[in-house]
């Protein structure tokens, strides 16, 4: 099993080093506002987390590799102390970007040493610490990729982090596909003895009415037509709180949106391109996806219903070096749900609140999710920057309904009729 | 059916008026948060509301009293057209409250001749609408009462508004006894034919795991020792995003708690007086009974529990001029549920969601209550001010989880051990 | 001597009485911006002034009449003890107004006490006290109208303070005639035995080049071809921190202007009516006049250009029951300087300094002038608004560049042609 | 002269980069606060300071490097186009800062063709242009260093940009040695044919009381007093608005003090070390000189005075590698006037406004001094981090009363006793 993990560790450790392979030095170190982290920042929080949860715990004769680290690379888990406060990590030019790579270096090296010297009891209890670990970091690369594009999009010289070939492919046809459901009395959360976050336990029981998801995700060609009909000038579709927001923040379109004359562009991690009709909208908050919703006489799934009708369905990663960055247009028979995975994640209407039973683990890890359940919405599935293998039908994903620079977008559901 | 409808919209009228009594003109026109409105604003508000609902359609000859009016005295209706800004209400000085009440006058008689007048097929589409602005109006009475607190808390001379007889009487001995409930698939929503608002509707299933709830609030020598124990330093003990916001705001026990030296006293609408251990506490936000509840080793209910619990328990109402405007302590057998109505209302752990199935009214009522289900909990129960004949087992008030002035407190639930 | 002050006094309590004889009692109590006070809490603050520096001086057994109003009405006297928060004036509706008013009365019945048993040396350091606080109501008499303004001009119902007759009378038709002066080392400052504030003195030189000063002030009909020709828009004409406040605060035109149209209203004490082009342009701040002073090709004038020019000149006071609270057009001859007092203040170039030798008085009075002293300009005159006999040639106003709500104007100067 | 303006320009290029020899990538972009810049941009900014007003008006066939740089390299010349907005200069990642150098380059290159083929009546106009942007560059190299050690001082890790001996010596032991100068008419501002900006010009009469100056700065000794005497506790001393200012921003010592139990540290650019009592008092704003002027007895010069005081001083530059960029013991005889340059900039009293006549040049160099005439106060002198040759006595540098990254202290000035 350890061998197992070592080998995952390295994959994981390596595969965020990766994704850093076109930015210059320069990109790592800037915060473009106060929800995004410097890339510098990512590579040694995820790098802290290893050392403050396990060396200092299970390394013989541990010593602190940098005591101010702890304070810096701490993003909020006061139990283990102080932290450095989130607006300013922009401020941190130092260590450098070398320097940071020469702690990962390190961690990696104690890690690995580390994993092959555990024994006994301590085993199973440093391998879940790891596994969460790894997990965590994979999280981290998300954020990575969603943090350097709005970085880039602030930059009026439009920096682009790779370019891709753009390969267009036919699209769904089908337009009004549903796929219905009965309802009632469902399972929901995770009951396997693979590894999950705690804000997936228990498995419980919810009652269910019947309902009906579309089969694939909103097209940009969709959205664009809610825009033309006056979408964010109506504030009739719109929660009261999004309606202020989106005035406040000045909204006309989805993040990434570019109007151009006649035409409309968006900004990717690739380039600066018209926008593709056929492709998944993406960059929409939940405000934007709950009055999209409404004013297609529909609505947002609940998360419950979201998870009930991705049972058994396959998790095909794209998530590939080469290919874009961005969600792809569908290509699948309409008989069946598609896009659960692989493109944008997708609001539900369910508040992120804690499951019937839910226990933290103790101590600091504790700190990692239900401190969280306020003010947010879920979403589920995965996106084209997620890690392969990350996710799975249980996940929940979280964001406070505001937040659009993540890959978010949009699944219709409506009330089976009766 | 109308006869009796008059009767109680007279009745209710009457009794905004004689909530005021206490106060000066000054009193009036004050907005001491973005939050409160002035009384001034109260009055004119509920009465643009029937004018502009029942009035305006189906008076014959219908013109507008004040073509201002219809702008200042718009809460957030958008169908109905442009409001005056909510944070600048306070800058109305005109129309004196003098003609508030003038205003007042003509709307009531001419209510009271609509009603006598109407017909036919209209009865039952204006008695509806007549109905949601008498409950309307009562909400706002409540909200009077707590913006005046608020306002003359800001006082340093510390207004009374009424002076009541304190009446201290024996209070429950028994701190730690618990209802039990079995769960299972319950209903949930108004299913009766007399009046609810939209988010109780529609009746509908939900699943519970069995549970138990505390039978009566937690009291102000509870919550005392949790403020001795540090609970407002404790960040472990906190939502996130409550710590930050007590944090900011400065909290270090509930509002209107006053520290002297070795006391605590205590803000009320009667006087400023040490505060009373057997008391329910009060005024606090749902962060501060998120992070009681986890130092207490329990949890709030979900509002669907609450509701299960509640079921069938007479509502005794107890808002009564001479009482004090102010929770009692329990006085009742530790064998049934006790203080669901008449003291504070009591945050759930339930974020403000629509029901399956909701649906909101066509038009700006439609606007009454649907736009505002986002970043809020749910209370249940109903205060020492609300006004007599208002609440039921199935009625969701709503607030954000940061709000503290209104009459908010908070009852214990907790997992059936299996 | 004390008879006179007695008597003068008297006439000043009951002036500020009379200013508020139009207010309901609603008006008096809002403070509607952070800037301007409740007319309520300007009546007591300058009875405060009198208890404070008076009568808890040289009254034989002072007792305080109210320990609170000792901070409720202390303005920006540090020495004197803690003082409410400037910004929460507004939350004040007790003291209810009656109670201000009897306020009032107790200290003008001691003070007529006290006036009338001074004896020996006290007499004359109380009577410099007592003259100091005659002056100061004299500033909150102006301070009330301006305030009052601001408020009505919040309130989409337009309140009248006063209605005055137009009475249009023939204006100035010369628009450009300029009055020279030699410069050369004159003499600034206070140097009589009257009083003055501290800020006015010491008498001492200054050399000035010699320069101009337009006979009268800027009209409303030249300011406006200043908005026709785009002076809003053009960063050029401004000052930097200028350009930045009126695009921040969306300024198109002076305060209180009001387009409809095709039409130009002005919202006055009196009424909102057509802009008249005669009238001197007022409710301009630094920043407006400085621009344009710089589009019409001259400049504003140094407070030492003004003084010199205003040598020997009368003060003819036009501030009076029945006449508009508005300046009025220009009706004099163009040989002579006119319209120095009694229109608009005027703003000069000289940010508000120290005169050389300047010094404080001794304790709480020392704050009066001295400690603003810093990012705020000079202005001379007196409005239409300064209440009779309050100001002189050497007199000294001062205001922030941004402020508005003032009756502020615009005299032109520029340099001799040599 | 112009292959001299050549070798300067060249010069003085070259010096701006090894100002930055020190840094490493990441420091170049960072944005520490908005008033602050990122090196990568000074360096940019300067450079195209001269593609914008000198090759692009001499250079033939001249056509934009970078059109983007145009906006976004623009610091606040309305008159050339739109600027890339001031506080998100930092979000700016590319251009990287090796191509910025590359800019840089390309730049030096064509200027200095374009140097050697001027001719004729162009060479005079140009040459002032370039003499201008040689200047300017000499401000942004002096800010480099400010901005630097500000944002190093943000980071715990406490960055050093460049070790220095530090080679303690001995310093001025009379503390209280004051030079007495005559007042009268006397004669200020730039009256040479060498260059200087427009806002030491013309030159003019002012008329100056007798005062006298203190011989050398203020202490860290001397200010460390006025700490200890609770000089930041005690609102009498301070201008009302720093009183304000101090209080939001939690001042208790100047900028780059650190209070370590019971010692004082200071954060330099060389190192942290305990505070020097000898040093001049460095990063004060100017409400900090004035309350401690105040706490003195003594009161800050007027710009007049200070420049009147230094005539025909001696500007010794101290500015060199190798040495510390931080201000030095006064080591001087107490006979005559030290410490004028080289060590602190020195807060007058002045607040900074034009002379009489001032013109601005035309075009959008004339927006390099004029609109800054508000809210600012002048400083004269130069500090340890001013380039050598930069100043003279009759330069007038100016920041906002709030201001302290700059190197900025305090000399005492007194009236004359007559």
Redesign the interface.
């Known amino acids: 099993m350890i061998a197992n993990l070592a080998e995952r560790f390295a994959r994981t450790r390596t595969f965020s080093e990766r994704l850093c392979a076109p930015l210059?030095?320069?990109?790592?170190?800037?915060q473009?506002m106060p929800d995004a982290s410097p890339t510098?920042w990512h590579l040694a929080h995820t790098t802290w987390f290893f050392e403050t949860f396990v060396l200092s715990r299970w390394e013989r004769g541990y010593r602190p590799i940098n005591a101010?680290y702890q304070?810096?690379f701490n993003s909020?888990y006061?139990?283990v102390g102080e932290q450095?406060p989130r607006p300013?990590r922009?401020?941190?030019?130092?260590?450098?970007?070398a320097e940071v790579f020469g702690y990962r270096r390190e961690v990696d090296e104690r890690m690995s040493r580390l994993m092959q010297s555990l024994v006994g009891g301590e085993v199973h209890e440093a391998a879940s610490v790891i596994e969460l670990g790894i997990q965590h970091e994979q999280q981290h690369q998300e954020l990575i990729l969603t943090d350097v594009k709005y970085?880039f999009s602030?930059?009026?010289?439009r920096?682009v982090y790779r370019e891709a070939k753009a390969g267009k492919q036919a699209a769904c046809a089908k337009p009004d596909a549903w796929i219905a459901h009965d309802g009632g009395?469902v399972e929901i959360g995770y009951g396997g003895d693979g590894f999950c976050f705690d804000n997936e336990r228990p498995r419980?029981?919810?009652?269910?009415?019947p309902f009906e998801l579309n089969h694939r995700l909103v097209t940009n060609g969709e959205y664009l037509n809610f825009v033309k009909d006056r979408g964010y000038r109506r504030?009739?579709l719109?929660?009261?709180?999004?309606?202020t927001t989106a005035r406040e923040q000045q909204w006309s379109a989805p993040l990434y949106w570019i109007e151009q004359g006649e035409q409309w562009l968006q900004f990717t991690l690739d380039d600066v391109r018209p926008l593709d009709a056929d492709e998944p909208v993406c960059h929409v908050s939940y405000?934007e996806a709950d009055a999209f919703a409404r004013w297609s006489g529909a609505r947002l799934p609940t998360e419950f219903e979201w998870e009930r009708a991705a049972e058994g369905v396959d998790i095909a990663d794209r998530f590939a070096e080469g290919e874009r960055l961005h969600p792809s247009a569908c290509r699948h028979d309409c008989a069946e749900i598609a896009q659960l995975y692989g493109e944008t994640w997708q609001w539900t209407?369910?508040?992120y609140?804690?499951y019937?039973?839910f226990e933290t683990a103790g101590g600091a890890l504790?700190?990692y999710n239900g401190?969280?359940?306020?003010?947010q919405y879920v979403l589920r599935g995965g996106s084209c920057a997620t890690p392969p293998g990350h996710v799975r039908e249980t996940y929940r994903n979280f964001f406070p309904?505001e937040a659009r620079w993540q890959f978010t977008g949009i699944r219709l559901a409506r009330?089976t009729k009766r």
């Open positions: 210059a030095t320069e990109d790592y170190v800037v473009a510098s101010d304070v810096l909020y006061n139990s450095f300013r922009g401020m941190l030019t130092r260590p450098t970007v970085l602030c930059n009026p010289l920096p009395v419980h029981r919810v009652y269910l009415e504030p009739e719109w929660l009261s709180l999004g309606w405000f209407s369910s508040p609140t804690a019937p039973g504790g700190e401190k969280f359940m306020c003010n309904p009330d």
